[in-house]
Structure formats: C-alpha cells, structure tokens
C-alpha cells in the first residue's frame, strides 16, 4: 500500500482540487478558483517530498499492512454508523426532497463502501499473515 501512497496523494488533491473550484465557480467565487489550483500545484510537491521512504524490509511490509488492514476496518465502522445515521433520518423524514432513486444509490453505495473496506481489511491481514514465517509445531511429549 506505502508503494502507491504518493499516487494516492496526487490523485486525491488532484480530485479534490477539480471538486472545490466547481463548487466555487458554481458559487460565484471566481478569483478563489485560482488560489486553491495555485495552492494544489504547490502543495502536492510539498506533501509528496515528506511521505517517508518505501518499505522495503519484509517485517516492516507486514507491520504496515497490518496497520492498513486495521485502519481499513475502521473506517468501514466508520461507514457503517454513517449508514445507520442517514437510516435514522431517512426514518425521521430527512429526505423528503430526495427522490427514491437517489436514496437508493446513496444506500447502495454505501453499501459498497462497507463491503470494500471490510474486504479490503481482510486480504491485507490475509497476506500479513501469509508472509510470516512458519515456526514447526512443538513436539508432544
């Protein structure tokens, strides 16, 4: 995961740099358009030259990936209890002025979200755990 991180920072500012100049264009704020394309073009270097160094120890791999697959299952906690919360308001009569199929994508998408994040989770602890080493079982006495 740490081998893609700098595409993930680039593609995630990337991302929201195009999300936050149309909500500002779309709002009227033209000259704020720039300063956040100005501040992506020069913050994405900067955070790019700080992440630490690949990994490339095997232990050190595995402890990573076992902190990924942790930190995966979380947020799919985290997603979980968002569609709990948007269920309760759906039920409080929240999203009224949604139509049905858009309260169905937002469902399903979170649903989607959930099932990445759990299974994501799961196949780094997988090859955390294929990785180590195998110890011999004790002999009994």
């Known amino acids: ?13 990337a991302f929201s740099c195009v ?11 033209y000259p704020w358009a720039l300063v956040v394309l100005v501040a ?5 270097p900067l955070i790019v030259r700080k992440l630490p160094p690949i990994a490339r120890e ?4 595995r402890s990573h990936q076992l902190n990924s697959a ?7 906690w985290i997603f979980f209890a968002g569609i709990v919360f948007g269920t309760l308001n ?9 139509p049905w199929w858009g309260v169905t994508l937002i469902f399903s998408w979170s649903g989607f979200l959930i099932w990445g994040c759990f299974s994501l989770a799961k196949r780094l602890k997988k090859v955390a755990a294929e990785g180590q080493p195998h110890k011999p079982a004790e002999p009994e006495v």
Request: charged share 10%.
């Open 19 to 29: 999300l936050i100049n149309f909500w500002l264009i779309i709002t009227g704020h």
């Open 90 to 98: 759906l039920l409080s009569g929240g999203a009224k002025a949604i």
């Open 1 to 13: 995961m740490k081998r893609y991180s700098r595409y993930i920072v680039f593609f995630g500012s």
């Open 70 to 76: 942790s930190s995966a299952r979380r947020l799919g």
């Open 58 to 61: 095997p232990q050190q791999i």
């Open 40 to 44: 992506f073009l020069v913050g994405t």
